[in-house]
């Protein structure tokens, strides 16, 4: 498709899928699961640690990082209970497409007993999406693990691809009928650094050996469950949504740079692809970050705009990271894309430069097919807890009321007209 240009209009593919992202754990509210075990551990911890973790300028924007009931998921956004509402929002923000993941807890809460009440409940969100002409991309694995597969040794258990196979079969079984889209696994190598190797500890034992048995478990589970989605579902299209970071050397004519780069390059964003490549049908973008490195491996300062997180916000990388995919010759998908802005001052041009660097990309023939903004709403962060703001809805707490901000209803205007006009 060739850019067509009428007074700076940016036109995107008359197929192309606008959306948003969610996860089950983050908005549902109402999980119990490993993650939710951990944050009853460490809340304490987390919010003791953010006062030397955190920059000045971020506790004193938001001071409920300094409190141990930000880190508890607790009810979340109640998605669970008022999905309805939120797909009316999503009907009425043009969107077409709505990313969300099935909760294996919820669907399998003792090893091999499946809960048909939850099942149900699933399949009625589906429907939901389906009356609205809403295209449902459903996500199998965001992070969390049940507490008995927790108890076994997580990802790590060798019996973890049958175990997740078999979980996954059940769901395409009630599933699939209505749903063409599936991702099996949502960033595996942050689940990988954070839990196993990085000074994080998310839920899981560090250690080498461990990890190595998470990256090993985790290809041959994707590799499983697609056989097993192709099986139950033909016509499904299978893929996963990887983080991938667009890396560059601090000075691009030191050998030392950019072999630095080039190990994380590989390390971060094509070692888990290139081993599950045969067993793809897409590939989900997550983009977020920009690192430039120098020897050994030290981050280099970026100076420019940030979001409350201190993430740099560098649109260009995500035209970077879809020139690294195109190799692959499938199809693209920006499975998650945003920045925590409480106060909506950035969102609206970061959506638009980020729209503008696909659109590059398209054009350059790189097969992008649709855009998941991360987050249709507000939601619990992790490790963060609540005061990291992603949606386009805006959520209170206490009244779990939603409202839309500025940046949602422009988000609205290009879903509606399919591109933009753009002013660079």
Same mark, same amino acid.
């Given at each position: 498709?060739?850019?067509?240009?009428?007074?700076?209009? $940016?036109?995107?593919?008359?197929?192309?899928?606008?959306?948003?992202? #969610?996860?089950?754990?983050?908005?549902? !509210?109402?999980?119990?699961?490993?993650?939710?075990?951990?944050?009853?551990?460490?809340?304490?911890? +987390?919010?003791?640690?953010?006062?030397?973790?955190?920059?000045?300028?971020?506790?004193?924007?938001?001071?409920?990082?300094?409190?141990?009931?930000?880190?508890?998921? !607790?009810?979340?956004?109640?998605?669970?209970?008022?999905?309805?509402?939120?797909?009316?929002?999503?009907?009425?923000?043009?969107?077409?497409?709505?990313?969300?993941?099935?909760?294996?807890?919820?669907?399998?809460?003792?090893?091999?007993?499946?809960?048909?009440?939850?099942?149900?409940?699933?399949?009625?969100?589906?429907?939901?999406?389906?009356?609205? !002409?809403?295209?449902?991309?459903? #996500?199998?694995?965001?992070?969390?693990?049940?507490?008995?597969?927790?108890?076994?040794?997580?990802?790590?258990?060798?019996?973890?691809?049958?175990?997740? #196979?078999?979980?996954?079969?059940?769901?395409?079984?009630? +599933?699939?009928?209505?749903?063409?889209?599936?991702?099996?696994?949502?960033?595996?190598?942050?689940?990988?650094?954070?839990?196993?190797?990085?000074?994080?500890?998310?839920?899981?034992?560090?250690?080498?050996?461990?990890?190595?048995?998470?990256?090993?478990?985790?290809?041959?589970?994707?590799?499983?469950?697609?056989?097993?989605?192709?099986?139950?579902?033909?016509?499904?299209?299978?893929?996963?949504?990887?983080?991938?970071?667009?890396?560059?050397?601090?000075?691009?004519?030191?050998?030392?740079?950019?072999?630095?780069?080039?190990?994380?390059?590989?390390?971060?964003?094509?070692?888990?692809?290139?081993?599950?490549?045969?067993?793809?049908?897409?590939? !989900?973008?997550?983009?977020?970050?920009?690192?430039?490195?120098?020897?050994?491996?030290?981050?280099?300062?970026?100076?420019?705009?940030?979001?409350?997180?201190?993430?740099?916000?560098?649109?260009?990388? $995500?035209?970077?990271?879809?020139?690294?995919?195109?190799?692959?010759?499938?199809?693209?998908?920006?499975?998650?894309?945003?920045?925590?802005?409480?106060?909506?001052?950035?969102?609206?041009?970061?959506?638009?430069?980020?729209?503008?660097?696909?659109?590059?990309?398209?054009?350059?023939?790189?097969?992008?097919?649709?855009?998941?903004?991360?987050?249709?709403?507000?939601?619990?962060?992790?490790?963060?807890?609540?005061?990291?703001?992603?949606?386009?809805?805006?959520?209170?707490?206490?009244?779990?009321?939603?409202?839309?901000?500025?940046?949602?209803?422009?988000?609205?205007?290009?879903?509606? #007209?399919?591109?933009?006009?753009?002013?660079?």
């Amino acid at each position: 498709m060739k850019k067509k240009k009428e007074n700076n209009f $940016i036109f995107f593919p008359k197929d192309f899928f606008w959306g948003s992202a #969610t996860s089950a754990y983050q908005v549902e !509210g109402g999980n119990l699961n490993d993650w939710s075990q951990w944050e009853e551990k460490n809340a304490e911890k +987390l919010a003791h640690s953010a006062k030397k973790y955190w920059k000045s300028w971020q506790r004193k924007k938001f001071p409920q990082m300094l409190y141990p009931d930000n880190y508890i998921c !607790g009810q979340a956004c109640d998605h669970y209970h008022r999905y309805e509402e939120d797909f009316d929002w999503i009907k009425s923000l043009h969107q077409n497409a709505y990313r969300f993941s099935v909760e294996w807890s919820r669907v399998e809460p003792e090893e091999g007993k499946f809960n048909k009440r939850e099942l149900e409940h699933y399949r009625q969100m589906v429907m939901a999406l389906r009356d609205r !002409g809403i295209e449902p991309f459903i #996500t199998l694995k965001h992070f969390a693990n049940p507490l008995w597969l927790s108890k076994k040794g997580g990802i790590t258990n060798s019996d973890y691809p049958r175990l997740f #196979t078999r979980y996954v079969q059940k769901v395409v079984q009630e +599933l699939g009928e209505f749903c063409q889209y599936w991702i099996t696994i949502n960033e595996m190598m942050v689940i990988l650094y954070n839990a196993y190797l990085g000074k994080k500890n998310w839920p899981g034992e560090r250690g080498l050996i461990k990890a190595y048995k998470y990256f090993r478990m985790t290809v041959k589970a994707h590799n499983m469950a697609y056989e097993c989605i192709k099986k139950e579902c033909p016509r499904a299209q299978v893929g996963v949504a990887q983080l991938l970071n667009f890396w560059e050397p601090a000075n691009k004519n030191s050998f030392l740079d950019r072999l630095t780069t080039g190990a994380a390059r590989y390390f971060s964003n094509k070692k888990f692809i290139n081993a599950i490549k045969s067993k793809l049908d897409f590939i !989900g973008v997550n983009y977020y970050f920009h690192h430039r490195l120098k020897f050994p491996y030290q981050q280099v300062k970026i100076e420019g705009k940030v979001s409350d997180l201190n993430w740099e916000i560098y649109p260009k990388g $995500i035209y970077k990271v879809l020139q690294e995919v195109k190799k692959y010759n499938l199809p693209i998908y920006i499975t998650e894309n945003g920045l925590a802005d409480a106060k909506d001052k950035y969102r609206e041009v970061f959506i638009k430069d980020h729209l503008f660097w696909i659109n590059k990309a398209i054009q350059e023939k790189i097969p992008v097919k649709g855009y998941f903004h991360w987050s249709l709403m507000d939601n619990f962060e992790w490790d963060k807890g609540f005061w990291p703001r992603f949606g386009l809805l805006e959520i209170d707490y206490k009244t779990l009321a939603r409202k839309l901000r500025p940046s949602g209803k422009v988000y609205a205007d290009i879903c509606a #007209t399919n591109g933009f006009k753009f002013d660079k």
